[in-house]
């Protein structure tokens, strides 16, 4: 059961544009449009940025936005601002076996 | 408001039986769509789902660990327990409880509590 396959680290100066590859297989991220995003802080619970490959849940900020093509799936954050340095996890449903598989994360520098 | 809280042991030794306590408020796990899931993350590596448990009682287990890992819930509690048994130094790691909001036949883990370290050594 491979995680999906995500650069480690990714980064961008304030006010920029950033996009975070996140790769998967026909039985995850291109089989379904089920891909989520998710923001770790240390030390804070892990928030849920994006879901159903590009929506945002209330209260995450429009320059979060998320798409797909084949078996990628993608964040991309503009406009840049210091808060959102963290890490960024992918998962897509895989499945009622396998039901969820995540990606190894990217640590998102601001610069 | 939605909160989710993981709670036990930090320290467990291996082949010990390792028992997490996720304790939740505002929602409720009678609730048609819903569930609450367990995934972990080892030192330096991926996020992985361990366990999922929905509101009809219906349980998943991730593949590889199934013979290991028994989850249940106390929906008077509003508590999810997962336990895993014969632990080995592998299984350290941060361990989180996140609800599931499940819908079509996927779902998200839309709310995740902070998260509780657990160190397996003798």
């Known amino acids: 059961q491979s995680a999906l396959t995500q650069p480690p680290s990714a980064s961008g100066s304030l006010g920029q544009s950033v996009t975070i590859s996140c790769t998967g297989t026909s039985s995850d991220v291109g089989a379904y449009n089920y891909v989520s995003w998710y923001q770790l802080h240390p030390g804070r619970a892990p928030k849920l940025m994006i879901y159903d490959v590009n929506k945002r849940p209330s209260g995450v900020p429009a320059r979060f936005s998320g798409s797909k093509s084949g078996n990628t799936a993608s964040l991309t954050v503009s406009g840049l601002q210091a808060e959102d340095e963290a890490d960024y996890y992918c998962s897509s449903y895989a499945g009622s076996i396998n039901l969820e598989r995540f990606g190894g994360g990217t640590r998102l520098t601001v610069l | 408001q939605i909160t989710l809280k993981e709670s036990g042991p930090t320290l467990v030794k291996p082949t010990q039986t390792l028992t997490l306590t996720c304790t939740f408020s505002g929602f409720s796990l009678d609730t048609n769509g819903l569930g609450v899931g367990w995934i972990r993350q080892p030192p330096g590596k991926a996020l992985e789902w361990l366990a999922l448990?929905?509101?009809?009682?219906?349980?998943r287990y991730r593949p590889s660990l199934k013979n290991s890992l028994s989850i249940s819930k106390d929906t008077s509690k509003n508590q999810v327990v997962l336990k895993m048994s014969n632990v080995d130094p592998v299984d350290t790691g941060t361990y989180y409880c996140?609800?599931?909001?499940?819908?079509?036949?996927?779902?998200?883990?839309?709310?995740w509590g902070q998260g509780t370290m657990v160190a397996v050594s003798s």
């Open positions: 996140a609800r599931r909001y499940i819908y079509g036949s996927g779902g998200t883990f839309d709310t």
């Open positions: 448990i929905y509101w009809d009682d219906d349980k």
